[in-house]
Every structure is written in C-alpha cells, then in structure tokens.
C-alpha cells in the first residue's frame, strides 16, 4: 500500500524534501519534511521524539539515553533522562515530567553543519547521474564532557536531502593525562513502537518495527541482514511492562553495537571513532517500494556502487592471450579486463619481473580505453605459519572458521599480504581487484601485539584492516569487486546471489536461474550492486552442455545470457579467453553492448519486479527513472519453444508519467498509451521461441 499522496511522493520526485535543524526554545529538531528527530536540551539532552511525517506516525514510545559507552570498566550513560513510567508511548505532559540521571554524561554544547565524506571517491568512471558525495543535506553534533577520566563524546548525526534517513557514529576524544581503554559502545538506543505485539510466546520470531537499519561494520553475508547480524540487535524490552506481549518478548528496543570489544586503548590527545549507523523509515510494508527506499538509501550513502563497467574475466595470464582479449574488449565495447580466478596471477609475488609484466598489460591496455585488474584470494585458504591463521576461541585450534580457514589480519602474514598487495597495484597501475573469500567476521583468541590483544578486540582490529585497505583502493580510484557486503566500505559490488555449480548445469538452465537470480537480487540490491555469471568456457564441470565455447555454435544462447544480464542493467563474470571467435559473433556481442550503452542510465535504474522466469511463461521486468527522458525500460524474454503473444498490463507509477506514454519496441516509432486510474497500460507483446524483445518508455 502506498502511503503518501503521489504529488509529494519521495520516490518520484524529492527535490523539495530538504534536511534542517530548527532550534525552537529548549527543544532543537532534525528534519527533512520526511522525518523528523527531536531532543530536549534541557536539563539533559534526550530524544523525545522520531517521527514518520509521510505516514504521520511517531516512532518512538520512550526515552533511552543517546548512547552507552565503557571506559576502564566504567559504564557511562550519554545524556537521556529519566523518570517514564510507562514506556507504551509519551506524550508532553510525561517529557516535561522527565528528571536527570545523575550519572548521566551531560550536554556542554551543539554544532551544525554539513555532512563530511567518510573517504574520497573520485568518480574516475561512469556512474549514475546526480550523484553527490558526500551525500547533501546536514550534521547535527552533541558533545559531552567527563572529568574521571577527562575526555569529550561527541554524538555525530547527519540527515540528507530527499530520503527519510539519517546517519549516526561517535567520536571519543582523550583529552587527560593519560591512556584509558573504550571496552564497549552502544551508539544508538532506541524504544520504537512495536510492528506487532501478540499476546502469546510461542518461540515464533515477532516482527520487529519497520524501520530498517544496516552499519558499515557488515561482513559476512551477500545481504545486509546477515552482514550486519554483528551489530543490529533487535532486543526485548523488560521496563516495558504494559506490552501486550505477556512474557514481555517483542523485539522493539533497538541496540546498536559490535558483539564484543572493541577493546581499543586510546592515548591522550588522540580519537576514535566508532562505525556508522544508517537509519532509513519505511512508509509502507510494500516489498516493492521498501526495496526501491532502500536501493536508493545505497545510492546515496554508497554511490559509488553506480559505477558498472563491462570486464571481460580472462582465465590465463599468457601474453598473447591477454593482448588479444584487451583487443577484442575494446572493439566489443567493453571498458575493463580483469585477470581471474585461475588465470595464474600471484598479486603476492614483489618480483621486478611480476610487476614488468602486468605493467605491460596496463600500459597496452591503456591505449585501447580499457583498464585493467585481477583476482586475490584471502579467506578460505590455510596459510604457513599455521599461528598466522585465526584461532578459533572455542577449540583454542586454527580452523572452524567461516570459511573453513582464514589468515589472522593482524599477524605477520596478514600485515604483509595488504602490504604486497599495496605495492602490486602502485607498480602496475591496476583499477580492478576482485577480492575473494574477504574477511568474514571470525573471531581470532590469539595475542598479536601491538595490533591485537586477543578476542575482544580481534574482530574490530581486522575490520579497520579490511576496511581501511577498501577505503584506499577506492580512493585511488579502483573497482573493487567483493563477494561480501563491504559497500558502505567502498567496495563496488558483491555478488548478485547465486549457486555456482549451477553454471555446471545445461546452457538453457543456465537462463533461467540468470533471470531468477537477477529477480531475486535486486528486491534490495541496484542492478549494478550485483555480478552475475556467464562461463565462457567450462566453470565447476558440466561440459560441452554447460559452455559457450566454441562461441559460434552457440551464438543463440550467448545472445540470450547478454541481453539476460545486459538488458537488466547487471554485469557478469563474461569467464573465459575470449569474447568472440567470428565476426558474427563479434557483431552480436557489439550490437549488445551498444544497446546497452545506448539506454544505459535507464538500464541501471532500478527494477520494478513483474514475473519472475519458470521456464514455462513470459518472464519481465521494468527499469524506472522519473528523473530520465526515458522514463523505463522492459525487457521480455520468452524461454518456450513457441512464439508467445500476451498483453502485460504494465504499472507505470514509478516512472512519473500520470496521462500518457509512448512505448517504442526495438527503437520503432512509439505508440501512445494512456494511463488508467491506477498509472497501468495495457502493451501487447510478441515474443519469438526462445528470444527476447525490449520496449523504452516516454
């Protein structure tokens, strides 16, 4: 159900929805005409109210501190009051009643300003347009002093222009005369009103508030549910005595914080920083618009993830071999070439001879418009010394982990992989890395001074690893593919989600699981947030059934795995030695990719999900852009040994058109439709057996 009224609707048109701080009396509030966050100043600063103004409903039932912070085993809590009886909902009568905690941290001051990019991106590539960063809008800051020890904690928001979503992080400041330890944190502490409160508790999970919330401390998941599981913690509320829920077991007390340490010293007049929180208010429970929030959430805080070139994966690093793939990507149109898994690249070899080849690569490569970049294995490989993998704390034992095995970041070994790695791409001017089997999150027990102490820092000193060489690469301008969630770290893209000895499986499976996968996908990913796959040649087995070479006695279905992948504005892993093998091959893949780069800004919009592949029917989906001439973009395939001819009855709300539009089939002159009530059209299409048809929108 779609809330708000379309005239005003964010997600066709926000341009008006500009974030500010209006400071009236002693309350000061945050808001964009989307969402609105409110504090008592005084006596102590305290949250009283986050409010969904598209929905018109408050989110917030109680008062909890800002923030909760350990400090040489001292808990402090960061502003709040207290004195709420019941914690059901508050009303004004019930925040001028509130009193101070008297060990409390209290506010000493507030600052506004405008929001400070977490790292540079220098938007050395295509991207999608209007894209700002750091993102517009504005910074609120709280800071708070304490004597015992003397340091300053600051609470940093920001709230950005044309979402309903805001940032939050700390910052902890040493300003005594000497060192002292940050145990724990809590950054945000929030008492929502609760999604649904049953009577009973039967162990059946309850649905907590509809609110979503991710940090950058996410590692180990293709989604953002399973990346951030170490920091988003949904809790029970027991002060919350008036719930129906009689065991007092909703989930709708929110805290964010990592699941141990980080144990961090902090020497005098130095900061830390903790990660950061993003927060985006759902107004409705549709899948389809929460997904398009939420993909445009990432658009903003994460634009780089708009960056979508074409590579081309050569699986070998001979010569003659990569110098004709360069060849063929840069007449095809393609813009990278990375060397794969397999292709025999070792980014840990420091040998002037290693360097001189790759750098030869990049130097012919240049000239033909097409960078270059390959594969480095981290995860999922047993290193030598044994003590340099992670220690599992449970077995005191490397292994158990993750991915079975995985180097210790802060050991020796660690430290000088990201050092050889940093050295590798200085010397041979790569801006591509895929990065495998990336840090997962395991927990390491071993002691390895003077990085890591041991468990209860491990986690968090190998994230500031991986994360600050992401942020590097990224501010050197290199694609970086991940097959985990590091985009709020600067990574580029992960994987779209699939099986890979499905890749194994008979070429016309292989099309249906693509557009399954990229359906699937994209309910909370950008086409351009997700790889995909096509085996070139063979990948996990499967044979001459399961690969595309030779190409030309394939050529029907390497045409259907483009426009598969291309047509829906994702990028595969093309795997293998070649592009094409014929001219005829070489005039599909080239008249493919035109296409795509004729509507590309449409083709990386996002997707409005309307019949997933089986295999049996028609299957679609519909790219949307208000802010485009092309307001969408259909694409249709037909997996059937039969011509189908259906009429789609085709939503056109999110493409911002309200009386009529003209739809054009491949480029021929458009035909006018006009929009029902309901901003549908009825298109009749015509799909040949087995093939494909597409349709721009005006």
């Not at 509030?29 to 609105?36: C, K, M, Q, V, Y």
């Not at 347009?129 to 750091?134: H, I, K, M």
């Amino acid at each position: 159900m779609i809330t708000c009224l379309r005239s005003t609707d964010w997600l066709i048109n926000n341009q008006s929805f500009k974030a500010s701080v209006d400071h009236v009396g002693s309350r000061l509030f945050l808001t964009n005409g989307l969402i609105s966050r409110g504090w008592k100043l005084k006596p102590n600063l305290a949250c009283i109210s986050f409010d969904n103004l598209m929905t018109g409903e408050p989110l917030l039932r109680a008062v909890k501190p800002e923030a909760e912070v350990t400090i040489d085993g001292k808990n402090y809590q960061v502003g709040g009051l207290a004195g709420q009886s019941d914690l059901a909902y508050l009303t004004e009568s019930v925040i001028e009643e509130l009193v101070v905690d008297p060990s409390a941290l209290r506010l000493s001051s507030w600052d506004v300003g405008r929001p400070i990019a977490r790292f540079v991106w220098p938007k050395n590539r295509h991207h999608a347009p209007n894209s700002d960063w750091p993102p517009k809008g504005i910074r609120l800051s709280f800071e708070f002093l304490s004597h015992d020890p003397y340091f300053k904690l600051t609470v940093h928001y920001e709230l950005y222009d044309g979402i309903p979503a805001l940032s939050k992080w700390l910052t902890i400041e040493n300003h005594g005369t000497r060192p002292f330890v940050i145990d724990q944190f809590v950054s945000e502490i929030l008492a929502l009103t609760p999604y649904e409160d049953p009577v009973e508790w039967r162990e059946v999970p309850i649905t907590p508030p509809n609110i979503h919330v991710e940090t950058d401390y996410a590692f180990g998941g293709f989604s953002h549910k399973n990346s951030s599981r170490h920091s988003i913690h949904w809790l029970t509320d027991t002060d919350f005595k008036t719930q129906v829920n009689y065991d007092l077991q909703n989930p709708c007390l929110l805290h964010v914080k990592p699941p141990l340490g980080p144990n961090q010293d902090l020497p005098v007049g130095q900061t830390w920083e903790s990660f950061r929180t993003f927060e985006l208010v759902y107004d409705s429970t549709d899948r389809e618009r929460c997904g398009l929030a939420l993909k445009k959430l990432y658009r903003t805080i994460a634009p780089w993830v708009t960056e979508n070139p074409l590579i081309l994966h050569v699986v070998s690093t001979d010569p003659e071999t990569v110098y004709r793939a360069i060849d063929q990507a840069s007449e095809c149109g393609f813009e990278m070439l990375s060397l794969s898994f397999g292709s025999g690249i070792n980014m840990e070899d420091n040998s002037d001879i290693n360097y001189q080849k790759h750098r030869a690569f990049v130097d012919y490569a240049t000239d033909k418009g097409i960078a270059i970049g390959g594969y480095s294995l981290l995860s999922s490989r047993r290193i030598q010394p044994d003590r340099d993998n992670i220690v599992n704390p449970k077995t005191g034992e490397t292994g158990g982990q993750t991915h079975g095995y995985c180097p210790a970041l802060a050991s020796n070994w660690g430290q000088t992989y990201f050092r050889l790695l940093r050295t590798f791409f200085e010397n041979t001017g790569f801006l591509q890395f895929t990065h495998d089997g990336s840090y997962p999150g395991d927990i390491d027990a071993a002691e390895r001074l003077p990085l890591q102490k041991g468990s209860t820092d491990s986690q968090w000193v190998q994230w500031q690893i991986i994360t600050d060489f992401y942020k590097s690469q990224r501010e050197k301008g290199i694609y970086i593919r991940v097959p985990d969630y590091y985009y709020l770290s600067g990574a580029n893209e992960a994987g779209m989600g699939y099986r890979e000895v499905n890749w194994s499986l008979p070429r016309i499976q292989q099309q249906i699981h693509t557009r399954q996968n990229i359906f699937d996908g994209t309910w909370q990913k950008t086409p351009s947030m997700g790889w995909m796959f096509v085996p070139l040649t063979q990948y996990h087995g499967g044979g001459t059934d399961a690969t595309i070479e030779p190409l030309e006695d394939h050529l029907d279905h390497y045409e259907v795995m483009l426009a598969s992948n291309l047509l829906q504005g994702v990028q595969a892993v093309y795997r293998g030695l070649r592009l094409y093998d014929t001219e005829q091959t070489r005039d599909m893949v080239k008249r493919l990719v035109d296409l795509y780069k004729k509507y590309r800004h449409i083709l990386e919009s996002d997707l409005i999900h309307l019949r997933r592949a089986n295999g049996r029917t028609l299957d679609y989906m519909l790219h949307v852009n208000s802010t485009l001439a092309e307001k969408g973009f259909l694409s249709v395939f037909n997996p059937t040994p039969d011509l189908i001819e259906q009429e789609i009855h085709l939503p056109l709300y999110y493409t911002g058109l309200t009386d009529s539009a003209e739809v054009s089939c491949q480029d021929q002159p458009p035909v006018i439709h006009r929009l029902d009530r309901h901003f549908f059209i009825e298109l009749l299409v015509e799909v040949p057996a087995n093939s494909y048809t597409w349709f721009v929108i005006r």
